[in-house]
């Protein structure tokens, strides 16, 4: 295995941050959506779009042969971290893992009978929680049973990834692993410093970590990704870099670098964080900056608001030719364009409708066992919803918007229909975010940590409150 040489990254290293830009953190710094999905998913209050949905696409999807991404959510997790804003059970109990199996058959035998069998599923996701809680025959039995009601594929070309826990996944269960059709590895490695670690109660040493990367580099999976959080209690400059230096020594292919949002109303796991820990708006930018700055001079790409990948990643192909797609997994190649979400709290985006599943466990198998779908909640995209999905995704991708290829698609003249939103770009024009030409709309360098803030000028529903009601707490931008 080739890995790039360490960088010389010293607590002396200059921040690469201009005062200006650090002013800028303070100015757009406010809460706003991921956009892994437009709308966002508290947008999704429609407890009539489940049945409109299944009405409509019973016939119509078993006929497909289309491409078809699926994503399984195996929520159960042995330890909490504090920082954590997933729908996850934490529990130490095994049975929890086998009551959760024997409803999650249900479920893909009830949406394998609607969408059919015959759809290639050229993309497979396991998140959480945790996936790896689950014992190795429960694996195996998962993979068994979807390959019983879903077209698996065995070639090169599919993706299908697995998140791991470093410390609950040994050798075996790594080459079970691969030895069940996962060609991808993703690692939550967050943070190499101890007291960061014991400050979010997740602590995995640096020698876990890199035994598992090597095991994982000697089984020969296509591609091993490590998950790092920014914005954690204790961290600095001094203390990212050499989390950095770590990471740049095991050179996982792709690094996805997420900005943690406090939220302890929200989440209350994080309320075991002191808030005063923190590093501030601005140091988050310059420990954003560190990141961005260190992982490109080491030879990564930066993808997207948060990706880095090596340059001969598919992911940087993707970029390059414009077939990059963000969704709730993140950053993917667009293999397919539905998303089918199985298990609790899961999002499905088929066609034009976003489905969720019941959160609660209590709700996902009292469904499950009537002999109904679990899905609780969705959302049928409208035309103009889909006009702005395309211009929030174009920005979250490509850093651009091709005015022309939009007026095209959409029969529409941008300058007429977005005056408004033009007029709300000027700020963020003088301030160098972004560029406005005839037949482009560009995010800048100096833009790109406001990405969010700047999709957030086409997002129609950010004032609205949802139609059940419920406020909607989105994380700080910056
Ligand atoms: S961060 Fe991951 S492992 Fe930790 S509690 Fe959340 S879902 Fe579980």
Known sequence: ???????????????????????????????????????????????????????????ARQLSTNPLSLYVHLPFCADICYYCACNKVVTRNRDAAREYLFYLEKEIELQSALVGNKRPITQLHWGGGTPTFLEDAELTRLMHILATHF??????????????????????????????????ISMGVQDFDPRVQASVNRVQQYDMVAELTANVRALRFKSLGFDLIYGLPHQTMASVSETLRKVVTLAPDRIACYSYAHLPHRFSSQRAIDRLTLPSADNKLRLHELISDTLQRNGYVHIGMDHYVKPDDELALAQNEGRLQRNFQGYSRQLAFDTLGIGASAISHMGDD?????????????????????????????????????????????????????????????????????????????????????????????????????????????????????????????
Request: net charge negative; hydrophobic share 40%.
């Open 151 to 184: 077209r698996l594929l065995a070639d090169d070309h599919r993706e299908y990834s697995i998140e791991v826990d470093p410390r609950t996944v040994g050798n075996d269960t790594l080459a079970l692993l691969k030895g069940i059709g996962f060609n991808r």
């Open 1 to 59: 295995m080739k890995t790039n040489p360490p960088e010389a990254i010293t607590p002396d290293t200059p921040p690469p941050v201009a005062d200006a830009a650090l002013g800028l953190a303070a100015k757009y710094a406010r809460p706003g959506p991921r956009y892994t999905s437009y709308p966002t998913a508290p947008h999704f209050a429609d407890e009539t779009a489940p049945k409109r949905y299944l009405r409509d696409s019973a016939v």
């Open 354 to 478: 976003y489905l969720q599943n019941a959160t609660q466990l209590e709700e996902y198998y009292a469904r499950l066992r009537a002999g109904e779908f679990p899905i609780q909640r969705g959302y049928r995209m409208s035309w103009e919803d889909k006009l702005r999905y395309h211009i929030i995704m174009s920005l979250a991708c490509h850093m651009r918007l091709d005015i022309n290829e939009l007026e095209d698609q959409f029969a529409v003249r941008f300058g007429d229909h977005f005056g408004q939103q033009i007029a709300a770009l000027g700020e963020m024009i003088a301030d160098e975010l972004v560029e406005l030409r005839d037949d482009l709309l560009l995010i800048t360098g100096k833009g790109r940590p406001f990405i969010r803030n700047i999709c957030m000028v086409f997002d129609a529903y950010l004032e609205a409150p949802p139609t059940n009601g419920n406020a909607v707490i989105y994380s700080a931008t910056i």
